[in-house]
Nanobody, 115 residues
Framework: QVQLVESGGGLVQPGGSLRLSCAAS????????MDWYRQAPGNQRQLVAT???????NYADYVKGRFAISRDNAKNTVYLEMNNLKTEDPAVYYCSADWGEENYWGQGTQVTVSA
């Protein structure tokens, strides 16, 4: 069974940092593009960052220069390094894996930013 498990969320002050992890199992991880999405209460789920199977990355404009997505294929894990967190960033963060018509989602991890 394909499983994506996010971790690393928590409470951080504005300007602080968090490192999210998403551990994948049940799939050939290196073949999939990996994405991070987030969804705040009352908002639509939005794309934060994506990393292709070959390692190229793209970011939403509002996180450029602050967040970094990376992957470790040997560990079947994708990361999201979040720096200089702002009060606009709190949300449930989800990772996803997609390859062709195959798409999977994790359950999410909560990120809270407060003074």
């Amino acid at each position: 069974q394909v499983q994506l498990v996010e971790s690393g969320g928590g409470l951080v002050q504005p300007g602080g940092s968090l490192r999210l992890s998403c551990a994948a199992s049940g799939l050939v991880f290196s073949m999939y593009a990996m994405d991070w999405y987030r969804q705040a209460p009352g908002n639509q789920r939005q794309l934060v960052a994506t990393i292709a199977s070959v390692g190229s990355t793209n970011y939403a404009d509002y996180v450029k220069g602050r967040f970094a997505i990376s992957r470790d294929n040997a560990k079947n894990t994708v990361y999201l390094e979040m720096n200089n967190l702002k009060t606009e960033d709190p949300a449930v963060y989800y990772c996803s894996a997609d390859w062709g018509e195959e798409n999977y989602w994790g359950q999410g991890t909560q990120v809270t930013v407060s003074a």
